[in-house]
């Protein structure tokens, strides 16, 4: 008997759902599965709530999963808060904020990372602190580290490409990659509370270079949709041909143009 | 010309971003002690193939669900179902047919994403933040006002 505690039903078939809500939501406005998509994803996130209330950390890697989301919730919300009150605490032509909210928007960002950092001398929480939680736990610390420490050096040197001294632009990232890059170093050589270095070699060599060829494969499938779309556009056949006017619709057509013609003609 | 010099800066930038990524793998290598090469191979195969089918099945989905009279959709749907199964089948064997294993798997593929994406969006959020937060240096010819016509020219002799 299927229930919500099994995966399956409680988390799988959520994420098919909001997939197929996403196509309903790109029908046109007149199309009756346009006003699908809101309940189909309200449906979804219902049953995901309810599947993660119905399951503990250790039951299944699904439960695990959702444990590590709601467990970096504070620190991303933290993090995009701050982002959004530094950029409109600007000086921001739409919605301004007070300009004394801009230096505590940069801390609250900032303080988004650091929590991170935190997270890592501090015990988990049970639900992610064995088995598979701790490896997707620690799959997520990595591939967060690697992908800021790379995009914020791409970031800042894009910043000095484009000249104008940018250079408060360029050294705040470049501050962003070294924190990652300390925070990297760290969880490599000394390992973080609960998890050993040896474990977050494990966790690279297996869980990054999967993630790795993860990105790959997710590019490869949508340059194949790409294809495939091509292809079907260029085996649909040219329209019909239209057939020529008969005698009676020249005839309309005559008489509508000579009644504008006279029309102009007498103005 | 300006455009010229602006361009060749991406390959130093793409030269860096890679010299960063090795030295962080080499940090790791050097710190474990190494790992076998075709153990990274293999997982890096085991990703693409479950990321190829996974995401052809939800564009399949997206698609089925915005099918529409004007499009063609036998090519696509039919297509993306093959690539789905491909991609998919491909995997299921490579794990001896372990659906839990697929599964644990799948899990560790979201949690890269959402990882992914929260770093993306910490940088350039902060990124937009700096640069619209600019201050620039007042032009004088914007703090001219209009005399509406009424110009007088004093010609030096």
Not at chain 1, 96 to 110: E, I, K, S, V, Y
Not at chain 1, 136 to 150: D, M, P, T, Y
Request: with cysteine; aromatic share 8%; proline share 4%.
């Amino acid at each position: 008997m299927s229930s919500l505690a099994d995966p399956w039903i409680g988390f799988w078939l959520p994420l098919a759902l909001l997939c197929l809500a996403t196509g309903f939501w790109l029908t046109d406005r007149k199309d009756s599965r346009k006003r699908l998509s809101g309940p189909i994803f309200f449906v979804s996130v219902v049953l995901i709530v309810a599947f993660g209330s119905k399951t503990r950390g250790g039951d299944s890697s699904e439960t695990a999963l959702l444990a590590v989301l709601l467990h970096m919730l504070g620190p991303v919300a933290l993090m995009a808060i701050g982002s959004l009150v530094a950029t409109f605490s600007g000086p921001s032509p739409v919605g301004p904020l007070p300009r004394g909210l801009r230096p505590l928007g940069f801390l609250m960002a900032m303080g988004g990372l650091f929590w991170i950092g935190w997270m890592l001398i501090s015990e988990p929480p049970d639900a992610i602190a064995n088995g598979i939680g701790e490896t997707i736990w620690g799959a997520w610390v990595e591939v967060f580290l690697s992908i800021l420490i790379l995009i914020a050096t791409l970031a800042g040197s894009f910043c000095v490409m484009m000249g104008d001294e940018r250079h408060k632009e360029a050294l705040t990232l470049a501050g962003l990659t070294i924190a990652g890059g300390v925070m990297f170093n760290e969880i490599m050589h000394n390992g973080s509370e609960g998890l050993l270095a040896a474990g977050w070699h494990q966790i690279h060599w297996e869980e990054m270079m999967f993630l790795i060829g993860g990105l790959l494969g997710t590019l490869t499938a949508v340059l194949a949709f790409i294809a495939l779309v091509y292809m079907a556009e260029k085996r649909a056949p040219d329209p019909d041909v239209i057939a020529p006017l008969s005698e009676e619709e020249k005839a309309v057509v005559d008489a509508v143009l000579r009644l504008h013609l006279e029309v102009e003609e007498s103005e | 010309m300006r455009n010229e010099e602006r361009e060749s800066w991406w390959g130093p930038v793409a030269l860096l971003m890679f010299l960063i990524a090795f030295s962080m793998n080499l940090l790791v290598w050097q710190l474990s002690g190494g790992t076998e090469f075709s153990l990274i191979v293999e997982r890096m195969i085991l990703g693409f193939t479950l990321a190829f089918g996974l995401t052809s099945f939800a564009l399949l989905l997206i698609s089925l669900g915005a099918v529409h009279r004007h499009v063609r959709w036998q090519e696509q749907v039919m297509g993306l179902l093959l690539l789905t199964g491909l991609g998919l089948s491909l995997t299921n064997w490579q794990m001896d047919g372990s659906f839990a294993a697929m599964r644990n798997e799948g899990v560790i593929l979201l949690s890269g994403i959402t990882a992914m994406l929260a770093a993306l969006g910490l940088v350039f959020g902060l990124l937009l933040a700096l640069v619209t937060g600019r201050e620039h240096v007042p032009d004088p010819l914007l703090q001219m006002e209009s005399t509406h016509g009424d110009v007088s020219i004093e010609l030096e002799d």
